[in-house]
């Protein structure tokens, strides 16, 4: 299998908080990943160090893209979503006073081809490039059962829609990496039951790699191959499902210590 | 085919203000005296309109219009004192406002680092600076101004430039480009999160903002005759933010309309000098209490909403 992504040591501190201590996390290509963690473990943190919302202190971040390896550590957030990583927000971050399908096309102004010029002046060019990014758009937001409200504003959409253009707009950006933050947060059983199908669904279709923080574990178990568990900025165990179910360490971290001793 | 309509009815109306106005200035019913309100409303459309591209669509607070307006009218009245001709006049303003852009590109760079109060006080900073290096320098006769800058502008030229910004600024703002600046205005994180970059897109609206009003002042130098630092200070900052604030953030048929209500409030209150600014500021606050998003909030002037408009009166009265 090929890589995708390897963190090596990864530490950030606020002030006299770690918030991440020598993480390491490696990634490969097509597979499906979970981060869980109580909440203030540093899950987001980390998203932040990886999409270059912070700066890393010390360590590694490595993204290969075929033979070519990219370190993403000092690069800025712009920078790091045209190398192919694309990310949701814990707080819906969409464009709210913009309608839906500008909210998608937008999200593809890194492969724009026409410059000022035809921006200006509204040439051939730009009819041209402008109808195939309509186009483009209207086919992602099929995918999410969107298209009909492409011209409805996007703070006017019920939220599990919200949750699902944030995760539209991500892909418009033609990612090879997706990370996903709480998506199912505030949804419903099976609001939650069909986001997991739209996930799985997507990492096929776009062949992609997707690494997700969730607090809903049922979703977590059911469609992630590999977990990373996070507790007070470190990675206190990485496995299979099965096996993080049955970490000692992790049962810890959730439940608290067995006071019977 | 929508659209082209559209895209005709737009350059029909452009045609026929433009036929409206050169029959009003032929048969004289335009005197010298409204003519040249007509040239400041001109103007201050021209400034509020490229301010709405900084303020409104990108979300950049500038409060240093003014400055970028002074090195245009400086650099096209020194170019025209001494090449007399309409191409002289033409050179001018293009000089004027590449001037002036090229000044918005020095200061941007690192003053767009900065976000909400802390740039509109570098802007005003930076406006400042140019009042008082047009102040001191020889060239441009310190206080006293230059005088006797010679006058071009005629109503197909003010008409050209006015029609001209609003028309290319628009088509920047209906662009993926002018799209991206929108997203800075809405969430910079988000924004950059889905690659767009921050500082190009900010820099870039800031520059074309200045090229403009660069513009804007060659057409004041080209028609007032003088020019002091003085005329180009805070305050006119603030005039024009007044006109962007009130006709509604982020829309350009908003600017265009409060220029005109304010040209149309300040020409009716002449004849009132004592109580002029009084009235001029309770109906500023009057409207801004009846309507704090502006007059046109961020929608634009067009059909559609007309139509719509038209359908929810039925609607109600029903």
């Known amino acids: 299998m090929n890589k995708v992504l390897s963190v090596q040591k990864l530490s950030k501190s606020f002030g006299g908080l770690a918030a991440v201590t020598s993480v390491n996390l490696e990634l490969f290509q097509g597979e499906l990943v979970g981060l869980i963690g109580p909440n203030g473990a540093g899950k987001t943190t980390f998203f932040n160090l990886l999409t270059g919302i912070y700066m890393p202190e010390k360590g590694s971040i490595e993204l290969h893209r075929g033979s070519e390896v990219f370190s993403l550590q000092k690069r800025k957030p712009h920078d790091i979503c045209r190398l192919g990583v694309a990310r949701t927000f814990q707080n819906i971050r969409l464009f709210r006073d913009l309608s839906v399908l500008d909210n998608v096309r937008t999200a593809m102004n890194k492969n724009l081809k026409y410059g000022l010029f035809p921006a200006l002046f509204h040439t051939g060019t730009y009819q041209k490039e402008e109808e195939e990014l309509v186009e483009k758009s209207m086919e992602l937001l099929k995918i999410f059962d969107l298209e009909s409200k492409a011209s409805e504003l996007a703070k006017n959409l019920p939220y599990g829609d919200q949750r699902h253009l944030e995760i539209a707009r991500a892909l418009a950006t033609d990612p090879v990496l997706l990370l996903l933050d709480e998506p199912a947060a505030g949804m419903n059983p099976a609001e939650t039951s069909q986001l997991t199908r739209t996930i799985s669904w997507i990492r096929e279709n776009f062949d992609l790699t997707i690494l997700l923080i969730e607090h809903d574990m049922s979703l977590v178990m059911s469609i992630c191959e590999r977990m990373y568990v996070l507790d007070y900025g470190l990675m206190i165990a990485e496995g299979t499902p099965e096996m993080i179910k049955k970490d000692p360490r992790v049962i810890k971290a959730y439940l608290g210590e067995d006071l019977h001793a | ?318």
């Open chain 2, 1 to 318: 085919m929508a659209l082209l309509q559209k895209g005709w009815l737009k350059y029909i109306l452009m045609l026929l203000v433009f036929v409206v106005g050169q029959v009003l200035v032929m048969t004289g019913i335009l005197n010298d005296y409204l003519f040249a309100t007509l040239t400041t409303l001109c103007i201050n459309i021209i400034l509020a309109v490229s301010l709405n591209l900084i303020t409104g669509f990108t979300g950049q607070f500038s409060l240093g219009h003014a400055g970028f307006m002074s090195i245009g009218a400086y650099v096209c009245a020194l170019i025209t004192m001494r090449i007399s001709t309409i191409p002289g006049f033409l050179l001018g303003v293009f000089a004027g406002a590449c001037a002036a852009a090229l000044v918005g590109f020095i200061v941007g760079l690192p003053t767009l680092r900065l976000r909400g109060d802390y740039l509109a006080i570098a802007t005003l900073g930076m406006a400042e600076i140019i009042r008082i290096v047009f102040l001191n320098l020889e060239i441009t006769n310190g206080a006293a101004g230059l005088n006797g800058v010679p006058q071009f502008v005629t109503w197909p030229w003010l008409f050209l430039f006015t029609a001209g910004t609003i028309h290319l600024i628009s088509n920047f703002i209906h662009s993926a480009h002018g799209r991206a600046c929108i997203t800075l205005r809405e969430d910079e994180i988000a924004a950059e999160s889905i690659g767009i970059d921050a500082t190009r897109y900010k820099v870039t609206a800031f520059v074309m903002g200045a090229f403009f009003a660069g513009i804007a002042g060659s057409l004041y130098a080209s028609y007032f005759y003088f020019l002091r630092p003085t005329l180009f200070g805070f305050s006119r900052s603030i005039d024009i933010l007044v006109i962007v604030v009130l006709g509604g953030i982020g829309s350009l048929s908003g600017s265009v309309i409060a220029a005109i209500l304010l040209a149309l409030i300040s020409t009716y209150l002449q004849s009132f000098p004592e109580l002029r600014m009084v009235f001029y500021a309770v109906a500023l606050v009057v409207i801004m209490i009846l309507r704090p998003q502006g007059l046109m909030g961020s929608k634009e002037l067009s059909f559609d909403l007309l139509r719509n408009l038209g359908r929810s009166r039925k609607r109600r009265s029903s």
